[in-house]
Structures are given as C-alpha cells and as structure tokens.
C-alpha cells in the first residue's frame, strides 16, 4: 500500500492529478476513515500506467472511463482503437491542411488566381419539399451532419430535385463555433407523406449569389448579398441559405467548390 505522496514520486503524477482521478472516479484508492489518508495498490499502477497511455492516445477523461473497463485484449478494445485511429486519421488531415496554408502564406505557390466577382441574382423560388435535419452542431461538425443526412435520404430513397443546402438560423451565444444549422435535400412528394422531417419551403422572392473557393471568405457573399439588397431598396428577410455545387463530398480541391448563397427579401 502506498499514501498518496508515494504513490506520486513512483508514478511521476502531481497528487492533484491523483485526486482529479478520483474525482472523476478513474482511480478510486481505498481511503482511512479515521485520517482521511487515501492508500494506493500495485493494481492502481496498472490502471495509473493505463490512463497515461489512453491520454497519450487523446481518448477524453469520459472515453477513458468506459474503456478502462474494457479487456486489454479483447476484440472490444481493438474495436474502440480501430474508431480511434480512424479520428486522429481524420484530424492528421485536417492539421495537414492548414500546415500546406500557412506554407503558401510563407511561400506562396504558383496558382492560377480566381477572383469572385459576387453578381447578384434577384427571382422567385417556387416552392417545394425538402427533407431536413437541424442541429446545433460546431463548425468542424457540419460535414458529419451533412453525411447523415445522405443516409436518410438513401434510405428513403425519393426522387430528387435539386442539390442539398444548409441553412444557417443562428450563431450560438458565447461558442463562436457553435451554429444551429439545417440541412436539406429537396425532394418530389407525389403522396401525403407523414414525415416531421419533410418541410414545404413556400414561394418566395430571393436574391443569390455564386461564391468559388474554399469557405473561408464566403463571408464576402453574404456582404454582397446585404449591400445589394440595401441599395435596391429591400431588406433581407430570413436566414442564409449555402447551396452546394461542388463541395468535398465531391472533390478534395477546396479551392474547386462552388457554392450558391442565397436569402429571402421584402421589399422595405
């Protein structure tokens, strides 16, 4: 049995992380009554040893709860590595990612430079039908919705008429990253169906514009689409729609996607 200091030095762990385990019941030594002493075992070290390698591995606080009830060697934990690996796959890209863009601030590549020129067109959307899922999701997520949403619509498999969207209601209070977001796939409803998550999108005026690029000046769009409406005399009514032409479920070139922003107007 080792006290707590002890069991610190051998480990090379602060006392505070120790209690921090306990807190979030990782570690759970026995404790004296009588003196309030926590007493740690060799079987702690185990587990001690096993929570540093887990964090090494980026599982989170709560993944290492679960799976420190998990058998070292058994098929459930090759399975949790296997989901794992696939998350810091898709995380190493993403680094890699924004590695090769602070490269090109360093030293810019030769490119073929494409300006957006942001022309405004003012119609009418006609109505129709739409599959949707809204979700509160952070930015980084998006991707993740947008591919459930595929699956419901594969599952259901109607007739489609027209590319999917994303309409963006509102930015959440005090999570920067944090959007409530709706993503849609219109769809051909030729019978009532009893579905809360089909939606009739009604006839509405709307002005858009083609936004080409990575999204990461797409704000200029959505500038271009107030200014417009402003100095035409009308006032934008409802939030942002992004309609995607080409976007990375279709090619890994950022710098190919093309996407249509749109929104309602009235007129003031």
């Known amino acids: 049995m080792y006290k707590i200091g002890e069991f ?17 019941a990782l570690l759970t030594p026995k404790k004296d009554e009588a003196n309030g ?78 300006v957006n020129v942001y022309d405004v067109v003012c119609g009418v959307r006609k109505p129709f039908h739409a599959l949707c899922l809204r979700q509160i999701v952070h930015e980084d997520d998006l991707e993740q919705l947008i591919d459930r949403l595929h699956k419901c619509v594969n599952a259901m498999n109607p007739t489609l008429t027209g590319n999917y969207f994303a309409i963006f209601h509102s930015v959440e209070e005090g999570e920067f990253y944090q959007y409530d977001v709706e993503v849609c796939q219109p769809i051909r409803v030729e019978r009532e169906l009893i579905d809360s998550r089909i939606t009739l999108f009604k006839e509405t005026n709307y002005i858009s514009t083609i936004h080409m690029g990575n999204y990461d ?52």
């Open 37 to 114: 002493y926590r007493y740690y075992t060799s079987d702690d070290m185990k587990t001690v040893n096993r929570i540093k390698q887990l964090r090494k591995y980026h599982f989170s606080i709560d993944e290492i709860k679960n799976v420190l009830q998990i058998d070292t060697d058994s098929e459930a934990m090759k399975a949790v590595y296997r989901q794992k690996i696939a998350e810091l796959n898709e995380k190493a890209m993403d680094y890699l990612d924004v590695i090769e863009e602070m490269k090109n601030g360093i030293e810019p590549k030769y490119t073929r430079k494409r």
């Open 217 to 268: 000046n797409i704000s200029y769009a959505y500038r271009a689409l107030y200014d417009w409406a402003q100095l035409n005399g009308l006032r934008v009514d409802g939030p942002f729609i992004e309609k995607y032409y080409t976007d990375e479920f279709v090619t890994l070139d950022k710098h190919a996607f093309v996407t249509e922003v749109g929104i309602a107007i009235q007129k003031t």
């Open 8 to 24: 610190s030095k051998i480990n090379k762990i602060s006392q505070r992380m120790l209690r921090y385990y306990d807190e979030k």
